[in-house]
Structure formats: structure tokens, C-alpha cells
């Protein structure tokens, strides 16, 4: 296969009983049906809200069984909990809370090769997890998976984003930015081992807005939710504050990409829902 094309899928936001982001993941599911990519990766937070309302679970499973198209899951803070050690949410990541996910999704990280590429998702969640094994797992499945595509680009697929502003800053004091990136040990040893093994690509969701940058030889891509934009306008934001998914298509010599949906989905405000709580 010359080119591989994957919709990253990001911040979906499902729930029993809560029908206000079907309105778009409906249109996202036509979407798929007219233009089937090879895969989608769905990057994250496909819940609601609450990692452990199993009927939310069942919806968000139902809802992407819809998409018609083979998919790759990854798990964000409001499907297995936050980060232990710099999450903000009260539940946080833990066996149990994996082990529901696994249950429903069938995983949570994952490596293949096409188009050249080698591509590798990873659970965020387990980062700065002061000491769960699954953590320890998933290092050493990193680093085997890395060294596997040796010689091919890596593109890895992650729920949060590496660092806000740069990768040497500190964590922050403030919960809320401290909860949007990775900390700052966790993400030294990542990136080190994205340097060392050649990863061109790395592409997240989380934050609702849509920024791109390139840092170091690095292509970094924040993607926007299908759902929803968080935050109320007058806050600090480093991307677009918009909803839609991004359109990849990967080849041997490089990739192309384009942020879809913008234009054609709702853009749902979600702090209005928040103010009145
Ligand atoms: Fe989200
Ligand atoms: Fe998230």
C-alpha cells in the first residue's frame, strides 16, 4: 500500500441519555460511509464525563461500532481517569478502571506499519502514574515497538499533548494547565525516546483546540474534538477554538493533512453547560 489514509478521532464525548454531541458524531459517521479511510484512531475521551458510568461505555462502543471503517482506540482522563501524579479529575487511572476499558474498547495501546510508517498509540493516562505496573508495561512496550519500526517515521498517536509551550518547561502549579500536558519527567523520557527512534509525527487530542507546530524535527498535532470546545472564550488558548477531526494521509516520502469538520460540524460550547453548575 503506496498511502495510508487515518482520521484521527478525538474527544468524542458520548453518553446515555445525553443526546447533545450526536448531532455530530452522526454527521461524522456519514462522513466516514462517503470517504472511507483506511482506519480511524479514536484518540480518547469517548465518555462523557465519567470513567466509570458503564452505560456511557456501552453507548460510546455502540456509537463507533457506526463508523463502518477499521479503528485503533485510545483511551483519555474520562475513560480510565486521570493522571495519578498532575491529573485534575477526582477519579484517577487504576486497574479496575483499565481493566472496564479493556473490556468495552479491547485496548488501549497499539503498534502496525503501512505506507512506509510506522505508527504506535499509547495510553496517556498511564504517565506519571507512581507506580502502576501497567506503566512499567507500557514503557517497555514502547521502546520494543519503537525499535521495531526501526528505519520507518513514527507516527505516535497520544490522548494529551507532550507540553504546552515547550518541552523544558516546568509543572505547572495551576491544576488546570497542569492536568493538559504530560509531566515533565514523564515527557523528558518520551520524547528521548521519540528523538532516538526516529518519530516524525505525534498527533493528540484533549485540549478541544486545534494547533499544529514543528519543534526539533518533530510534527506536532493537537486535533480538535468531534464534540465540543471547552473553556469560556476570554481563556487562554494555544489553538483553534473549533470542532471537526484531521484527515491524514501517509506515504513512504511523507504525509499530508487537512483539519476537516470545522465547517460543516456544531460547535458546541461546553463551559456554558459548566457555568450552571
Ligand atoms: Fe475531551
Ligand atoms: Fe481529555
Given at each position: 500500500m503506496t498511502e495510508l489514509r487515518i482520521v484521527q478521532l478525538a474527544d468524542l464525548h458520548l453518553g446515555a441519555g445525553?443526546?447533545?454531541?450526536l448531532d455530530n458524531w452522526n454527521k461524522v459517521c456519514a462522513w466516514t460511509a462517503r470517504e472511507k479511510p483506511d482506519l480511524a484512531v479514536i484518540n480518547g475521551d469517548l465518555v462523557m464525563s465519567d470513567p466509570d458510568a458503564d452505560a456511557d461505555h456501552a453507548v460510546a462502543r455502540e456509537q463507533i461500532g457506526r463508523l463502518g471503517v477499521t479503528r485503533r482506540v485510545l483511551a483519555g482522563n474520562h475513560d480510565v481517569g486521570d493522571n495519578v501524579r498532575f491529573g485534575k479529575m477526582p477519579q484517577r487511572i487504576n486497574g479496575e478502571r483499565i481493566a472496564r476499558f479493556l473490556r468495552c474498547y479491547g485496548e488501549d495501546r497499539w503498534s502496525f506499519a503501512g505506507a512506509g510508517w510506522g505508527f504506535v498509540g499509547v495510553n496517556?493516562?498511564?504517565?506519571?502514574?507512581?507506580?502502576l505496573a501497567e506503566e512499567a508495561e507500557q514503557w517497555s512496550f514502547i521502546e520494543r515497538c519503537f525499535a521495531e519500526h526501526a528505519g520507518k517515521p513514527i507516527a505516535l498517536f497520544i490522548h494529551k499533548p507532550l507540553f504546552l509551550n515547550h518541552p523544558s518547561e516546568p509543572d505547572p502549579e495551576d491544576l488546570t494547565l497542569r492536568q493538559s500536558c504530560l509531566d515533565s519527567a514523564s515527557r523528558t523520557r518520551l520524547l528521548g525516546l521519540c528523538r532516538t527512534h526516529g518519530v516524525r509525527l505525534i498527533s493528540c487530542g484533549h485540549k478541544h483546540q486545534t494547533r499544529t507546530f514543528s519543534f526539533e524535527g518533530i510534527y506536532h498535532f493537537w486535533g480538535p474534538s468531534t464534540a465540543c470546545v471547552n473553556g469560556a472564550p476570554s481563556i487562554l488558548h494555544w489553538g483553534t477554538r473549533e470542532v471537526g477531526f484531521i484527515d491524514y494521509r501517509f506515504r513512504p516520502d511523507g504525509f499530508d493533512h487537512r483539519i476537516v469538520?470545522?465547517?460543516?460540524l456544531f460547535r458546541h460550547e461546553n463551559y456554558i453547560h459548566k457555568l450552571g453548575e
Open positions: 445525553q443526546e447533545q454531541h496517556a493516562q498511564l504517565f506519571g502514574s507512581g507506580g469538520g470545522s465547517d460543516f
